[in-house]
């Protein structure tokens, strides 16, 4: 009887930290499949006017070349010339355009990297280019993702 009564006890604490195990996984999963910060209010839930225009995308390349490719490389895997002297490295947009959001995109471009949680190199170009040129820069970059 006592030894029936002990593994009850046992298979319930078995339970109970199973359950606890997965409760766990599922809240992250349901956390987002992106481990990024939200954009801030002022760049919340904006998307790209120019998606999918192909003369948007044409434009958008040359930007690309002239201003990122030299850190985040030519077909965006993060292995331009400059990113060897760079920690944090530049990302590679390639795959950062598959899980990310039209508003994060334009945000990290627009305010770049000073500030936290990112502390990087990657400059901010809002003051440089202008929300059309960064619209086109992201048609292209779309098209460098999968
Ligand atoms: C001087 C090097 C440098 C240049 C030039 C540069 N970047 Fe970056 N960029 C970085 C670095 C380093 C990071 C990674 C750290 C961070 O997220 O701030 C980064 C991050 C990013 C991110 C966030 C990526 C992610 O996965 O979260 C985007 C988007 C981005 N850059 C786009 C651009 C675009 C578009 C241009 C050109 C208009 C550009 N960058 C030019 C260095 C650069």
């Known amino acids: 009887m ?4 002990s593994f009850l006890l046992v298979m319930v604490v078995l339970g109970l930290l ?3 195990a997965c409760g ?26 120019k998606a999918n ?12 070349r ?10 965006g ?14 990302q590679p947009l390639a795959t950062t355009v598959i899980s990310e959001s039209d508003a994060y995109l334009y945000w990290r471009i627009a305010e770049g990297g000073a500030m936290a949680p990112f502390s990087s190199a990657m400059p901010a170009w809002k003051a440089i280019l202008s929300e059309d040129q960064i619209w086109q820069i992201v048609a292209f ?6």
Do not use: F, M
Not at 2 to 5: D, M
Not at 141 to 146: A, E, N, S, V, Y
């Open 2 to 5: 006592k030894n029936r009564l």
């Open 24 to 49: 766990g996984s599922s809240q992250e999963a349901a956390s987002g499949a992106s481990s990024r910060p939200e954009p801030p209010a002022a760049y919340a839930g904006i998307s790209n006017p």
């Open 18 to 20: 199973l359950l606890a």
């Open 53 to 64: 225009d192909s003369a948007a995308v044409t434009a958008g390349e040359a930007l690309y």
């Open 77 to 90: 895997k993060g292995d331009g010339p400059a990113a060897v002297a760079l920690d944090p490295s530049p």
């Open 141 to 146: 970059l779309r098209t460098l993702g999968g």
């Open 66 to 75: 002239a201003n990122c490719a030299s850190c985040h490389g030519d077909t």
